[in-house]
Each structure stands twice: as C-alpha cells, then as structure tokens.
C-alpha cells in the first residue's frame, strides 16, 4: 500500500501475514554521487553522525536501548545515490522503534564532541580499507571507470577530506538533502496499515519539503588508462577487471544480469567452473553489476598467485569474448533464467528484505515493480539480447584492469595490451 503525505514523503506498507517480526528502512535520494569533491564523504560520516544521539534520545546509548532493548536491531549504510536506515523489530514493538528513528533522522543533535569521535573513527575506517587488498582492488575498479568522477570515489571519502569536514557543512547538507520529499518509508511485517499510516502522519506532517540540487551526469570516459597498479607485499594478487554495464532502467539492465550470472555468480557460473575449476588459476573468482541512473559497470574480481596474474586475465578476456562471439546455449539460458528468479523469490522471504526491496525500488524508479512483473522481464530475455549487450559491454575499448599486489607497477603496458586482446 502507497501513501503520500502532503510534503511528499512516500510511504510504503505491506502486510506479511505469519510474521512476528516488522522492518523499517528510511531510503533518502542522496549519497556519494551528489557531493562537491571538496566534502565527499560528508554523505556517510552524516549516517555515522545521526546515530550518535537526538533530542530526545541523547547518546547513541539512548537510540540503541531504544531499538535493542525491545530485540531489535539497526543499521545504516551509505552508497552512491541512496542513503538508508534500517531496523528489525518485534512486530509489537514497531510503534516504539518507528519513534526513535523518526527522532534519530529528523533531530540529530551532531554533538562536537561526538563529531570528533566519529571523525577519527571514519579515518580509521578508511585506513583500514587499504588493510584489505580485496576491498580495495573495488574501489580501485570503479576509480579506473569513472576517474575523476563522483562515480568513481569511495563513498566514504578519503582521510584527507574527511579531516576537514566541518560540523557546519553537515548540518548545511542535511538541510538541503534531508527532507520529506528526498524519503521513502517502507514497512513490512504483521502490521496494521492504519495504525502505521497515523503513526507516520504524526511524526513527519508537520517537516517541510524542499527542492535539493540533483546529481551531475558520469559516463565512463573513453580513452583513457586502462590500467591501475599498486604494489603491495601480498600473498594473492588481487584482481578487478571491470566493463561497461548498464543503468538500471536502461532496456540492457535485465541482459545484463543474466550475463553477470552466466559468467560469475555462483558455483556453475563461467568463470567459476573454467578458471578455478579447470584451469585452476584462481581460488576465488566472481562477478557483480553496479548499475545507477545513466550507466554502470560488471565487474570480475580474482584472487590469484601473482606468478598466474596475466593468465588469469587472459582466461577472463576469453570468457567475455566467449559471449561476445557465441549464442548462449538453450540448456544454459534456462538454467541461468531458473537462478536469477530463484535469487529474487528468495531474497523476498523476509520482513527487511521485503522493506528494502520495496524502498529502493520506490526511491530509485518512482515506482514498485511487483515480483511478477520483475520475472517476467527476466523471462523475456532472449539469446539474441545477451550476445547484443555483450558485443556492446564487453568491447576492448570498455575493459579497465585493476591490480593490487606484488606485481611491479611496470607490467602496466603489458597488461594494456592484454586488455585489447593483443
């Protein structure tokens, strides 16, 4: 059930008989992608901030004996157009947490003191990342796609700017980007809608709307370096090659992810079953799509022994070109059909993903496409439109290479030729 408030808050209810428990998620139209580059990061250290105590839940104790002390949980997270708060909650209990998180997002105090805290506790977040090569080599992969661009920034910002984020800024930014008409409420569980609708109605009527600027447009550019290297002391050396995708309203979005699941999600995929499996060159290899409003990216990341790393890109190159080159065979298409629609029915049997599917969805299309309509949209996929977005997708001109590892930064023109098939 959809209900908008007059200062066009969405709100989104669905009634799952059988539950005992409800979620909440608040989606904002706001994170990484709509900050100027001289405070990026602000978009996450504000979701760090709004836990950290409100008007009438002082400390970040206070929201989380809230939320805790009736059994629920909580969470927030921030990525490059959505930023979201969730918690899960006994059913009887909604009224209670629905109260603390309105307070939470609506009166965060942004105590100094607590800035600070939070402040070095980000630093320490962002430090650490560069502790993990397998997280970092992502990040890497999306800064070789879109350099210089929001798309290509870690949401978290880096220690630089995050240093110099003052307290004033957030609260500016929060002005502009929180507001009634930026959020999206979705509701799952045995609840009563009516009793939610008035619930929702009291805490958010009376927050005034407001226009906030927009993203700005960030395409992929051509021609440039293809290839990122950092050396490191690693065991592994970690792998990201990364392709254009697809927007996820763009006709090529459904394609694309039943490529991403031909050729690494899962056990069966591709490149599971040729490069470990057979070649043996990689202990650990998938892939994923990142898809936003005007373009996206699949990537394909690889652990492998550093003295395999140019074979290892080189089989990965095979599989794209594979696809490129070959209709996708009649058995394997429906096998593929039968595990993307089992991922999205089974990603639905809970509460907090009913919420969040909803929310986004909501948030991101300015509608909800309900299950039915999404699987026929995978169903509807032909052989032809796979090879179509692969020939599109997986051009030479679109593979960036992201490396970190042992490798000497010199190999760099090495793996630019390999990227092109030479």
Known sequence: ?????????????????????????????????????????????IEHMLFKGSQQYPSAKAISDAIE?????FNGSTGKELTNYTARVPGEYLSV??????????????????????RGVIIEELSATQDDPQEWVNLLADEVMWPGLPLGRDDAGSVEVVSRIQRQQMLDY????????SLVLSIAGNIDHEQVI???????????PAEHPLWTE??????????????KDTEQTNICLATLGAAYASSDYYPLLLINGILGDGMSSRLFQSIREEQGLAYDIGSYVNSYYETG??????????????AAVRAIIAELTRLRQEPVPADEMQRIKAYVRGGILLGLEGTQ?????????????????????????????????IQRVARNCFAPEWRRLAIIGPDSPHRVEQFNRLLTGA
């Open 297 to 310: 990216s699949l990537v394909v990341s690889a652990g492998v022994d550093p003295s395999r790393a140019s």
């Open 353 to 385: 993903q009913m919420a969040s599917w909803l929310g986004s969805q909501e948030c991101l299309y300015n509608r909800v496409w309900n299950v039915d309509e999404v699987i026929a949209k995978v169903d509807a996929v032909t052989v032809e439109d």
């Open 97 to 118: 947490v629905l109260q603390a998180m309105a307070d939470m997002i609506r009166h965060p105090l942004f105590d100094p003191t607590e800035v600070e805290k939070e």
């Open 1 to 45: 059930m959809r209900t908008t408030l007059h200062n066009g808050l969405r709100l989104l209810t669905t009634h799952m008989p059988g539950m005992r428990s409800a979620s909440i998620s608040f989606f904002f139209n706001v994170g990484s992608r709509y900050e100027p580059e001289d405070i990026s990061g602000i978009s996450h250290f």
């Open 69 to 73: 002390g009736v059994g629920g949980s």
């Open 198 to 208: 008035a619930q929702v109605k009291q805490l958010f009527e009376d927050w005034e």
């Open 218 to 231: 960030s395409l992929p550019p051509r021609g440039v370096s293809p290839v990122r290297m950092i050396q």
């Open 174 to 181: 929060l002005g502009t980007y929180y507001r009634p008409n």
